[in-house]
């Protein structure tokens, strides 16, 4: 690592240190530690959730794959304005009007019980931790590459700085972390951006007929091998749309907020960030390909992650390297600190809180059951990540997607939305879920290679319908009857009102259109 | 919610004004499902032809293929969709609010 590089990293981790110290002292309840206490603003939020949800993959990753694989690259992309309308649409209001700090909370709103939370805290922790570990690994890599250091240091500083940041400064420093990382990523692409557009004379349209006469039609159009991989990609693209609502990490953000107008305005936000975002990818990405080369990016690396910083190199000389290479580093941790706070979230409210306590757990229990979950969970991220050095854990991110996609969706909207849902309907919908999605990727070529029982790795094109189908047959087969369908329909009554007006009954606190939103700041 | 609270709340609400926010959620789950069906029919197509057929190969303008002004639409329909949505969501917490002050 250089001089330049050192001082760049080291000015941005102090940063970030300066934002979790000035968290720490505003932190003081468990609502602050887990969402920031409900008081960052739509715009504050919704720019935390891009930085929440696009990771080093994204920024880095998507890049290289348009460089290398053209079109195909940016199936990667082109689904998350996508997802994040479909969240708007229909999960950001009800999981603010119901949810208090984690997912299972909006499913206890209508099924209370320690089944129903433990159901899906344990999918949360298993999407959580899955998506985490295949972070960790790839981010460790990353930093290896990027800055020159061994493996081993990387893994201690990515896991020690995500340790300071959630255990000290909770949610509030994850989230202005998050929002940091995303002006910063949003600066370094714009400057990448612009710097490729004058290659090209300004013309955005350039990047694509250079592609297109350098390369060949195959660079600008889709690729299609066989129907299995067809099958495969497109199994993909649908677990990450429908994915996204399911992921714990992304869905908590919404919790961040005072109110469902808030909610609103956040995912609003958050689609013009990535579209902002991922417009300007594909001209950076045919950019790399033809300034630095395609044999000199997959020479660096075979699926083109250092694309953007050998471009950024090539553009901007060693101190634009440096910019980048630490504007990744922020977004790898931004990203690693959401997904700490949906574990620990999980494991120390639902779990320890809920379940074990029976939800009297003391606020400073909750807080010290919240320290040792986040020391855990680094624990285990920092432990496999240096065991799975060798080992190519990129599969797991995707199945993050699936189980999400597959457990947590069905049970969400089903909960919110339909009449007949019933509790068992709910705990068979996440098990089937959680073992169809482990099941197809075990015996996937993801993890056996080309002898695999079955030929596709990603399992969402199966595992969704399929957990949706045994919810609604689970559902309809056993009905509430009686006095208890009573009960029941009015349970859903008032769960549908409160998720969709915020209106609960014997109350009057739906917030009015003139309401002023106060804002987290820090400090 | 259990039993005993919701019962107990009960009394204090009002027949009509429950309809009144009766009718509101039911508006605003008919303006969510036919928007995320609206987005989802744009969407899938562009998974579903572009690896099962050759339709969105053919060049368009400028070095674009069909695949890629296909992509792009997408990003323009969620910005639409989302601002359309919003406002609409925002008429409705207005006729929420309304409905609970003209009772309240």
Redesign the interface.
Known sequence: MDIVSAGMFAALVLVTLIITYMAARRSKSAADHFVAGGQLSGRQNGIAIAGDYISAASFLGVTGAIALAG?NG??LA??V??A???A???VA?PLRNLGRFTLADVLA??F?GRDIRTAMALSTVVVSTLYLVAQFVGAALLVTLLFDIDYMVAVLIIGGLTTVYTMLGGMLATSWIQIVKTTLMMVCSAVLFVLVLAKYNFNP?????????TFG?RA???T?TS?LA??D??SM??GL?LGVLGLPHVMIRFLTVPN??AA??S??TA??VF?AF??MI?VIGYGAAQLVGKAEIAKRHPAGNLAVAQLAETLGGGVFLAFVAAVAFVTILAVLAGLVMATTGAIAHDLYGQVIKRGVATPRGQMYAARIATLATCGIGMAVALAAQRQNVAFLASLAFAVAASANLPALLLTI?WRRMTKQAVLSGIAVGLVTSLAIILASPALNGPDAVIGFSNPALVSVPLSLLVSVIVALVSPARGDEAD?VR??F??????A?????????Q????TTTVSTGKLG | MTEESIDQQAGETSPEEVKALEDIAARRIKLALTSAVAVCAIFFPLPILGQFTGALDGLAFGGLTWAWVYSFLQFAVAILVAARYAARAADLDTDTAEALRKKG
């Not at chain 1, 009554?493 to 409160?498: F, P, V």
């Open positions: 079109f940016f199936y082109v689904f304005p996508v994040y309308v479909l708007l649409l229909l209001e709103s209508r209370p349209l350039g990047a694509f007929s250079d592609a297109l006469h039609q600008v159009a889709p299609r129907p067809s099958f990609q497109l693209v649908v749309v469902a107008k609103r305005s995912a609003v689609i013009w579209t991922y417009l594909p939305y009960r009015a349970v009554a008032a769960t549908r009102l409160k969709l007006t915020g209106w609960e009954a014997g109350s009057r739906v917030e009015l259109p």
